[in-house]
């Protein structure tokens, strides 16, 4: 798993295309109707347990934490520190793999990223509250993916970044890339360690509609060999506050 600057990509071994599809096995906790608890336990009981028990999670944080002095708009402190860790690519390569894969562990209170998974989650979603409407972003990846998927409603399985710009998007990779109609995702280049990149973060509990699968074989002036086009068709979070409601179950049983 490699993370070039701010914009991440998944590269696999040839073979079969990765699938693109509503990455039934991810971590996508939306938080609605709970953010107010799920604050509390990430300020009271995770965050710096988590940041003790990973190194990398460790020094992303202290470094982020030497660049972000003070709160920036509507960000807390911690949430542009957050930021900041995503780009980090030692902490990158633990994080998006294990969202991707993560519901079990999620739901079994072993998930290793709460605190950094809710952070990032609630910067974009209050980031949103003043980003109106929906915007065209792209993203370039070097990974094949299955293209049998026209028509089909897909989610990334994790945070995707993505940029306003598809020439930025290109330089990390052309093999399979995305023009994306994104509604959820938020503009986070200025709170970003790499702003020129023009990032835009999309959250894994948005889910889209593929609109179009266009191949350079049939239109040879492609930007990409394979360019797949996403709509918003909204979210779907198959966890939305199970972490918060089996916690505070555990903690104030029902008599």
């Known amino acids: 798993i490699?993370?070039?600057?701010?914009?991440?990509?998944l590269l696999i071994?040839?073979?079969?295309?990765?699938p693109?599809?509503?990455a039934l096995n991810s971590v996508d906790d939306q938080?609605?109707?709970?953010t107010s608890k799920m604050a509390h336990l990430v300020k009271t009981k995770y965050l710096m347990k988590e940041i003790n028990n990973s190194p990398q999670f460790k020094i992303g944080w202290q470094v982020g934490a030497m660049f972000v002095k003070f709160p920036k708009?509507?960000?807390?402190?911690?949430?542009l520190i957050a930021i900041y860790v995503y780009s980090d690519n030692n902490v990158y390569q633990h994080f998006n793999p294990d969202n991707r894969y993560g519901k079990k562990q999620y739901n079994h209170k072993t998930y290793k990223w709460y605190s950094l998974y809710f952070l990032l989650t609630e910067a974009i979603q209050i980031l949103k509250k003043t980003q109106y409407g929906c915007r065209f972003t792209y993203r370039g990846t070097n990974v094949e993916f299955n293209k049998d998927v026209l028509n089909k409603e897909v989610r990334f399985?994790?945070?995707?970044?993505s940029s306003l710009?598809?020439?930025i998007a290109r330089g990390f990779g052309s093999?399979?890339?995305?023009?994306?109609y994104t509604c959820e995702g938020a503009d986070v280049a200025k709170y970003s360690k790499y702003p020129h990149e023009k990032e835009v973060l999309i959250p894994p509990y948005e889910k889209f509609k593929v609109t179009a699968v266009k191949s350079r074989k049939y239109q040879p002036h492609l930007w990409c060999e394979t360019v797949f086009t996403l709509k918003s068709t909204g979210t779907r979070s198959y966890l939305n506050c199970f972490h918060v409601n089996i916690f505070y179950i555990l903690l104030f049983p029902l008599q």
Request: charged residues 20%.
């Open 31 to 34: 938080y609605k109707g709970c």
């Open 13 to 18: 071994s040839a073979g079969a295309g990765y």
């Open 165 to 167: 710009d598809y020439n």
């Open 175 to 180: 093999k399979s890339c995305f023009e994306i």
């Open 2 to 9: 490699i993370k070039v600057n701010n914009l991440s990509f």
């Open 157 to 161: 399985g994790s945070f995707a970044s």
């Open 73 to 79: 708009g509507y960000l807390k402190r911690n949430h």
């Open 20 to 22: 693109l599809d509503m």
